[in-house]
């Protein structure tokens, strides 16, 4: 892992705040401890993974889930989707799981699928929107699921980007878009996938397909 920082100037901009930047290789599976630190005091992280650049707190941490709502341009109606470490924790996030959602998981996870469930009560209502579901993704980058298991609670994850911009592939993309209003951002090279997840809501049943993503699932009965 290595260590440096970006300027607006470096963009084009005329602002000459640094963003600190951890670069990590592609084959890195430690938590980068910096980022750690960071989150662990309630701060916000941009980070790389197997579909685009997410970003994300704590989900315990109201004032930074607040915050990416705000710099999201998100209504705090709208729930966040959440990044576990394990397929495992799929029952202690979700409740009332049904089998499809268990065969999915146990097909996509890791991976680029995002299942929308029934939230467990370890789930903050601010995080989910005020609603009775969440959507849940172990993703099949390594650096996020490290996050999440050295913090030993799961992440806000959502794409890295405010409304309106195209979900980022590059850091600097990120910085582009989000600059200084996130704390540190992870740059783990471009995004494999290049694509946000699907996501499926397996609430119902049969499942169905909210948003078509980087896994394509023609025949979900298949």
Known sequence: MSYYQLTFANLGELDHRPIPIIRVEPNERRAPRRALEVLRRGGVVAYPTDTVYGVGCRIDQEAAVLRIYALKGRAPTEPLPVLLADPAQ???YGTAISAAAR?????HWPGALTIVVRRSAR????????????????PGHPIPRALVRELGVPMVGTSA???GVP???????VVFDLGDRVDLVIDGGRASLGRESTVIDATVDPPRVLRQ??????DLAA
């Open 90 to 92: 799929l029952d202690e």
């Open 161 to 163: 980007n405010s409304h």
């Open 123 to 138: 789930i903050p209502a601010l995080v989910a929107g005020g609603g009775e579901t969440i959507g849940l993704r172990v």
């Open 103 to 107: 065969r999915l998981a146990a097909l």
């Open 213 to 218: 993503g980087a896994i394509v699932l023609r």
């Open 167 to 173: 979900s980022p592939l590059t850091v600097q993309q």
